[in-house]
């Protein structure tokens, strides 16, 4: 027996949406306008219908959708090309965005689009241990749980006072990757409640981290979401 599994997600507008997935590499292998907006895009095996309500508020979007790869950097590489190449800049908050690619806690490497109806599809490939028990040490803690925050509830006000309580902590002292982790993650939390100087200013601090060569290797998905975060900035608003 071989089984298929296509999610069917709701959107206000099917068009906006076959348009996006046709941005990211996505074909459109079925369309309806009428009675009912329907359509359907595929990718490889990846294979994804949408249905159009015109009540829907893509803002209050709970529908999501896992998709397993073996080639998540590369995937994430590519759509970030795509959509550099179609809007000029990489989206990383509001309708449609493209989260940063990290390793998370629970031994998935992911990294989350965001659709215009409001979808969110998580891309990840097994990378390591499933941590299902918070680390103790309170860096990586604090850490564990902001990154969850951030990726799965888009609780960005939680996160923020979570790292703003973490860095404000005197008594012990984090390690300059620690550190540099923390004002990255900070930084994507203001860029995307709109708080843009706030959003420099961590930047500013986290340039200021002094990183070996070593260090800076294991930061690299950081360094990537530092110059994602500076680029965008500087764009007008």
Not at 10 to 21: A, G, I, K, L, N
Not at 59 to 71: E, N
Request: aromatic share 10%; with cysteine; charged share 30%.
């Amino acid at each position: 027996m071989a089984e298929k599994t296509i999610p069917i997600l709701p959107c206000r507008q099917v068009q906006p949406v076959v348009d996006f997935y046709t941005v990211l590499g996505f074909a459109t292998t079925y369309q309806q306008k009428s009675p009912n907006p329907y359509a359907e895009v595929e990718r490889g095996g990846i294979r994804l219908q949408f249905f159009g309500m015109k009540e829907y508020d893509p803002t209050r979007s709970y529908s999501s959708a896992y998709i397993v790869s073996d080639g998540v950097d590369a995937l994430y590489e590519d759509f970030r090309g795509r959509l550099k190449e179609a809007y000029g800049r990489i989206p990383a908050r509001g309708l449609p965005r493209i989260g940063a690619l990290r390793d998370m806690s629970f031994g998935m490497r992911q990294f989350l689009v965001s659709d215009p109806g409001g979808n969110c599809l998580r891309f990840g490939q097994p990378a390591g241990e499933d941590l299902t028990r918070a680390p103790k040490e309170t860096f990586e803690r604090a850490m564990y749980y902001a990154a969850r925050w951030v990726d799965a509830r888009e609780h960005l006000a939680g996160a923020a006072r979570l790292l703003d309580r973490t860095l404000a902590i005197t008594d012990e002292q984090p390690t300059p990757v620690q550190l540099f982790e923390m004002l990255v993650m900070r930084a994507d939390v203001a860029f995307r409640s709109d708080c843009f100087q706030e959003a420099a200013g961590f930047l500013d601090r986290a340039r200021a981290v002094r990183l070996g060569s070593a260090e800076r290797a294991a930061v690299q998905d950081e360094l990537r979401r530092f110059e994602e975060i500076r680029e965008a900035l500087l764009e007008p608003r």
